[in-house]
């Protein structure tokens, strides 16, 4: 705690025999101890006042996890698909009243191809097509690549 060697003590134990006395010193030693005693025991109160707040706040927070996690699996427990699929049926293919307007949905919804307008036919147009080029043999590719063989001079 303090950081006090052995010799620093025996310093501090011959200056305290000096300046109290030998008669004086052994009252003075108990009632040192006692005080440090109070003082340890406050300490180490205080420390599981401290753990004790400690494991209560933990408590609390995994009370209302525990309570997010029933309320959400009670809301599992309660879905009904067929339910709430009627239900977007129903305002899919709800009439809007006259004077009334309707906003769109907030999900965009896919579009099957069935449910998807005709396209506008458009006029027929003929456009020519290039002609293929002609097929290429191997002996034109090789003779291609290949640069033309010279004859050696006949002369000598």
Known sequence: MFDI????LVVIGIVALIA??????PTVLRTLGQYMGKIRRMASEFQGQFQEAMREAEMADLKKSAEDLKSSVSDL???????STQKEIE?????????????APAEPQSAT????????????????????????????FASAEAPPKQQAGGGG
Do not use: H
């Open 77 to 83: 427990a309660n879905f009904d698909p067929m339910a």
């Open 5 to 8: 060697g052995w010799g620093e």
């Open 113 to 140: 191809s069935a449910e998807l307008p005709a396209p506008a036919e458009q006029p027929e147009v003929n456009v020519p097509l290039p002609e293929p080029p002609s097929p290429v043999s191997e002996k034109d």
């Open 91 to 103: 305002r899919a293919f709800e009439m809007p009243e006259p004077g009334k307007t309707t906003e």
């Open 20 to 25: 109290i006395g030998p008669k004086e010193l």
